[in-house]
């Protein structure tokens, strides 16, 4: 609505006079004004027009200003619309709590001052004009940020299928290339076995191409572990852990359900993502030796948790509406693509629980409990 939109106000008295005299004292605020003579007629008006405000006249012959307010107040779209008793005859304090009681939210006495009803009308038009606005701003509010969120999710998808596809390039593009380099470097390395010179140079070549390579395959796993793609997230996320752990020093023990099986691709692959921020955020901040990362299904969800034994996360940092890191809310915001919850926990010195439970979509691909190994890996073993 717009701030000059004119608003619909309902007159209701059974004398016509008196609705003239009301449409000449208001004439000059523009709105537009609904006369009508009757209960009957002010129900018909209000199940066809929107209505901002009524004038309502106490005594009538059909029904009167009470009851008309009563049937007024059952509809859903009138429960909280304005509406201002106009009487002629002297009103007891009863009647003014039994019409405050039916709805109203003013009261004006017969004769009426023009000053007074035209200031009082134009208060609540105004009234109900900025709370249109303010509706149709939120309705676009949260148009606006459904939209977001289905770009947000969209933008996810494609960075993760874009990860996919640059790991399977590396992976079989140059990783090959460097195989293929390294395996003529070691058979140039054995023809020239007699020239030692020669020999220790390509076998220090030999061993950078070993480095390279190892290098490739990790970044290749990083970007999307193959795993992911060919046996599921719990086998991904134990050799991603085992890797983690060589390479931070963390020791990180991974507790796979036997009862998880496979899940959703998307779902996997938000999960996988989370563990990964998680861990990262404990070796960048946590100061803690050890991690730990259990998922399993449970009362038809997915439940997953990250747990360390560090520094923990500054006080309400953990909280809706205070400021989190860029890792943090996009795990948040993976959840929320899933209809999940997140939940972090952080104790000063005692470290950090982040809680992930997700809806479980995918209860008929689940494998009984006896048909799968329980995964159990803890790297405590990593120097």
């Not at 933008?155 to 195989?179: F, N």
């Amino acid at each position: 609505m717009r701030p000059d939109s004119p608003v619909n106000i309902l007159m209701v008295d059974d004398q016509p006079a008196k609705l003239l005299s009301y449409e000449a004292i208001l004439r000059d605020l523009n709105e537009n004004l609904i006369k009508v003579t009757s209960g009957r007629e002010a129900l018909d008006q209000l199940l066809k027009t929107e209505i901002a405000l009524v004038l309502l006249d106490v005594s009538m012959p059909d029904i009167n200003g009470f009851e008309l307010a009563d049937l007024i107040r059952q509809h859903p779209r009138y429960q909280s619309t304005a509406i201002i008793f106009i009487s002629g005859v002297h009103l007891t304090d009863m009647d003014r709590i039994h019409a405050y009681q039916r709805g109203a939210v003013d009261y004006i006495s017969v004769p009426v001052v023009p000053d007074l009803l035209r200031a009082k009308v134009s208060v609540f038009a105004e009234l109900y004009r900025k709370t249109r606005q303010l509706e149709t701003a939120n309705n676009s509010l949260r148009v606006a940020e459904e939209h977001l969120r289905y770009l947000t999710g969209r933008l996810m998808q494609i960075q993760d299928a874009e990860r996919r596809r640059v790991a399977r390039d590396v992976h079989d593009g140059l990783g090959q290339y460097l195989v293929g380099v390294k395996m003529g470097i070691d058979q140039l390395g054995r023809r020239l076995a007699h020239d030692s010179n020669c020999h220790d140079s390509l076998s220090e070549i030999s061993t950078l191409l070993d480095q390279a390579i190892n290098e490739t395959r990790t970044i290749s796993h990083l970007l999307h572990p193959p795993l992911l793609d060919e046996i599921g997230l719990g086998s991904a996320l134990a050799a991603y852990a085992d890797g983690f752990a060589k390479r931070s020093g963390i020791s990180i023990s991974v507790d796979v359900g036997r009862n998880l099986g496979r899940l959703d691709s998307e779902l996997e692959t938000a999960l996988f993502r989370v563990v990964q921020e998680c861990l990262m955020n404990v070796h960048r901040h946590s100061n803690s030796a050890t991690a730990s990362v259990s998922l399993n299904r449970e009362s038809g969800k997915v439940r997953l948790c990250v747990c360390d034994e560090g520094i923990g996360i500054n006080p309400g940092k953990e909280s809706d509406g205070l400021a989190l890191g860029v890792g943090l809310l996009g795990i948040r915001e993976r959840i929320r693509q899933l209809d999940g919850k997140l939940e972090i926990h952080s104790e000063k010195s005692k470290g950090t629980e982040v809680l992930v439970w997700v809806p479980d979509k995918t209860k008929d691909e689940t494998p009984t409990a006896s048909t799968l190994p329980r995964i159990n890996i803890d790297s405590s073993a990593v120097a």
